[in-house]
């Protein structure tokens, strides 16, 4: 299973379309999950173009968000456990508190994002990924997703790209 992992659009109801570089990519991946601040339920939309979409909301989604997907979310997919969080609170690193939102179902790969920083690094046997922002590099040098396979393993990879057109 092949899976695009965004995280941070961060876009409004104006937006038309999502970088080109983002839609090429995502093309042909079987599920989009994103780890929450989309911003607007337009974003949704664009997603469920190239493909079926879930994910959470982030601490600038609105309330319709909101309920459709909720601040955490847990799946089971290709046999395997995928949590899925936004990241945002105090005390802690935004990959701690990741973390620590799964203590107990100690999921096999942690998605998350508020950072907009992609970070990706096995942590006491979870995958913990962060797939940075593909509209939204704030300080960071490119823009950025993620892939993310299922097979025999997990396999976990950030794209970068420099132009958001």
Known sequence: MKIGVISDTHLTDKVIKLPDALVEGLTGVDLI?????????RVIDLLERIAPC???????D????????????LLTLDGYRIGIVHGDGYRQTTEERARASFLEERPDVVIFGH???????????????NPGSPTDKRKQPRFSYGI?????QIHAQHVFYDNKA
């Open 33 to 41: 999950l994103h780890a929450g601040d989309w911003m607007s339920p």
């Open 54 to 60: 879930s994910g959470v909301a982030g601490n600038n």
């Open 62 to 73: 609105g309330q319709e968000i909101i309920e459709r997907f909720g601040r955490k979310r």
């Open 115 to 129: 950072s907009h920083i992609p970070y990706v690094q096995l942590v006491d046997g979870i995958l913990m990924f």
């Open 148 to 152: 993310l396979e299922l097979n025999e």
